[in-house]
């Protein structure tokens, strides 16, 4: 195992999370809601929020790999490049996601943005701080949800942040309330750089913590269910595992689902470093920016043309999103073959 095997793993992780993001926002733009066999809508329904958890989690990891010379070397120079590149890259992500709001209201790379900036100040904060303050971050939540109005905003059937514009409404949608908001969701980012610092090319270590993972994500997500049908609404908000509002037993839930998908693919990728089946889903994992923006312009620009982008039912949503994946697979390997990054990532290399 090296270094480069391990990259590899993520990139795979990636991949599945960028398709996973496809499909939960293939659903949600053409409100298939009660549209779908009971089945589909549960196994759609398990994508929710996790796989953008997912994908944050990821770029915690990246974030701590992309620091490791400079953290681990205590060499306060490096540390201080690669948080003038990080606080870069997140003006960029803040800047393209605001540019891309009116496109897609639901976008994560505003948030993103916003989530590394505050983590490049974290670069050498000690694993005990990453994983107290990534604790903390819940229970704030908990405390401000018991303070503000979690619903000030919101137009609910339209999905519509009304005040988004304002200056108190970008924070309070950025920070509190929002598709991902900073409060709690910055606790994925922040165990994200936990886990890129850990030891992985350990197979003891990647087996109990997947194993860990596993049971936590099973014992979340079976209390959510039996307490949030034990109480009245009111109360069974509280132990609710959907992203919105994202209450503690989600965040549990949502990190280690994540934590799962990313060591099994880990997992494949130590063992079977050399198999032809997965060079092209890594190569999609490298384009993920790139495709993330493709799956609204072209995915969704597309369906909108030919009218076939709302009220559809939950089959045609999962279909589409399926035919996207694969084409964005199709798309990533041929692109990988003749250059190193994809269109997007590029841009942002080249301005940060």
Known sequence: MNKKTRIVGFDLARALAVFGMVLVNFKVVMNTKGTGSAWLEWLMGLLDGRAAATFVLLAGVGLSLLSAKGRENNDQIRTRQDRNTLLKRAIFLLLVGL???PIWPADILHFYG?????AAFLLTASDKRLLTIAAALPLTFLLLISLFNYETGWNWATLEYVDFWTAQGMLRHVFFNGFHPV????????LGMWLGRQ?????NFRTKLLAISFF????????SALLTKSF?????????????PPMPIYIVAGAATALVIILLCLEITFR???????SP???TGQLALTLYVAHVVLGMGVLEILGRLENQNLSFAATTGIIFSLLSILFSHLWRKRYQRGPLEWVMRKLT
């Open 199 to 203: 030891d992985l090319h350990n197979a």
């Open 114 to 118: 916003v989530y590394i900036a505050v």
């Open 216 to 223: 936590t994500a099973a014992i979340a997500e079976s209390f």
């Open 99 to 101: 540019a891309y709001i």
């Open 281 to 283: 889903l890594v190569h």
């Open 183 to 190: 409060i709690p969701w910055l606790a994925f980012m922040l």
């Open 272 to 278: 079977y470093p050399d198999a032809k089946w997965i």
């Open 232 to 244: 009245p609404e009111e109360i069974g908000v509280l132990f609710d595992a959907s992203p919105m």
